[in-house]
């Protein structure tokens, strides 16, 4: 049976890591309702261009543009978003696991497979799996729409160039603080715009356009792609701290269990030293009396 | 007041500003205008430029980076990447940017791919100083 004091050693270690566990709940609070605050701050944005991008799609009969090119799908591309950092429970790990059962079925079709990993967890997991061909890794604690732009570039030029023919992004949709959803998205074609939209009549007012509604249009089409990217990298933030948050909880909350059932160990474990130890005595004077 | 117009610069970070204003100008693509209240409702794209606004009777500059703006009689929404205003640009660093975008475009043929990148960011910088020095 262990001694007492190898227990106690025990229970201050676990004390040690119940306080590191809590410290890192508490930040990826803060942080989740900083993520939080910019996915609110986004909201409006987003929403506006939406709006604007639907009616324009609406008055341009037929869009011709590079980003929604229609080929038949050989070569495809997978943008797969995990956060940098560890520690945030099953958060990477399903999103891995739904990329890799994606790229799974892709290769059985017989499609070339190349991958854009956003994150370190994604990259590392990857590197000796899959074809990685363009990479951010430790970005995620701090950015704002460059980033976004940044991979959209990334992404836009070899598929107008004809490198590839589809792109799916693959992140974590954020349902909830302790819900994240691995969800597949097709980008490139882009799917059309504009359609299943009821258009309020007051809404759609005839505007000028400065340039011409096509040529505007098609500035629009990589503004949205950056909207599409930046909206994932809110979500994944939100997500990363949020997963993080619940999984320091139960940290924690295991940490407490632990130091109860140590503790009472412990005590047994005195309460029986003592005993041994008054037995050794109440042994000795009775010998010592009969002597 | 029945002359002002509601201007409101929207930014994915944040709203940069939202206000009665007098009169806005802005960077378009067929070149700048100011739109006053009353102006016919348009929608056009915005350049890497200036911007700026009259309220109270004082000018207000930003740096814009591309997006567009919409506006209608009463209203203008302007819904840019980026929107920095003059006061919170760090001048020596887009000076830097500046020489360092130019140093770069020198050694670059119009053909590259960087090239167009690197255009861009001499753009910004250029629009950032300009801007500083209102």
Do not use: W
């Not at chain 1, 990589?222 to 139960?250: C, F, K, Q």
């Amino acid at each position: 049976m262990a001694s007492v004091k190898d227990i106690k050693r025990k229970v201050s270690a676990v004390h040690k890591t119940k306080q590191i566990t809590r410290a890192m709940n508490m930040v990826a609070a803060s942080k989740f309702k900083a993520s939080q605050l910019k996915m609110e701050n986004f909201r409006p944005y987003a929403s506006k261009f939406m709006d604007v991008l639907n009616s324009l799609a609406l008055r341009v009969e037929s869009i011709t543009h590079p980003l929604l090119a229609v080929r038949e799908p050989k070569k495809i591309r997978v943008i797969c978003m995990t956060s940098d950092r560890g520690l945030c429970g099953g958060f990477n790990t399903n999103l891995i696991k739904a990329t890799e059962r994606f790229l799974r079925e892709k290769s059985n079709e017989g499609k070339e497979v190349a991958m854009v990993s956003v994150g370190r967890k994604g990259r590392d997991y990857f590197r000796r799996k899959a074809d990685i061909v363009d990479q951010r890794v430790d970005v995620l604690n701090k950015f704002d729409m460059t980033l976004a732009v940044a991979i959209s570039n990334d992404v836009i030029t070899p598929f107008i160039g004809e490198v590839y023919d589809e792109l799916y992004l693959i992140y974590n949709q954020f349902v909830s603080v302790a819900v994240q959803r691995p969800t597949v998205v097709r980008l490139f074609p882009l799917p059309s715009i504009g359609q299943n939209v009821g258009i309020d009549a007051e809404k759609n007012i005839d505007y000028v356009y400065e340039p011409s509604d096509e040529v505007l249009l098609q500035r629009l089409l990589p503004m949205y792609v950056h909207v599409l990217i930046y909206r994932a990298l809110l979500e994944t933030s939100a997500g990363e701290n949020g997963a993080r948050m619940a999984a320091m909880d139960n940290a924690t909350s295991n940490c407490e269990d632990l130091i109860r059932t140590l503790t009472l160990k412990m005590n047994k474990a005195r309460q029986a030293a003592i005993t041994a130890e008054l037995m050794d005595i109440v042994g000795g004077t009775e010998a010592l009396s009969k002597g | 007041m029945s002359d002002e117009l509601m201007l409101e610069i929207v930014t994915p970070e944040k709203m940069a500003f939202a206000g009665n204003v007098e009169e806005v100008t802005i960077p378009g693509t067929e070149g700048e205008f100011g739109v006053l209240r009353g102006h016919e409702a348009l929608l056009s794209s915005i350049e890497i430029g200036e911007l700026n606004f009259t309220k109270d009777g004082k000018k207000t500059y930003y740096a814009v980076n591309t997006g567009y703006g919409e506006v209608t009689s009463s209203k203008v929404t302007i819904l840019i990447e980026t929107a920095e205003r003059a006061d919170s640009i760090d001048k020596d660093r887009a000076r830097k940017a500046k020489e360092s975008a130019e140093a770069r475009l020198a050694q670059l043929a119009k053909e590259d791919t960087e090239y167009k990148e690197v255009h861009l960011a001499l753009l910004r910088s250029i629009a950032r100083i300009s801007v500083a020095e209102k």
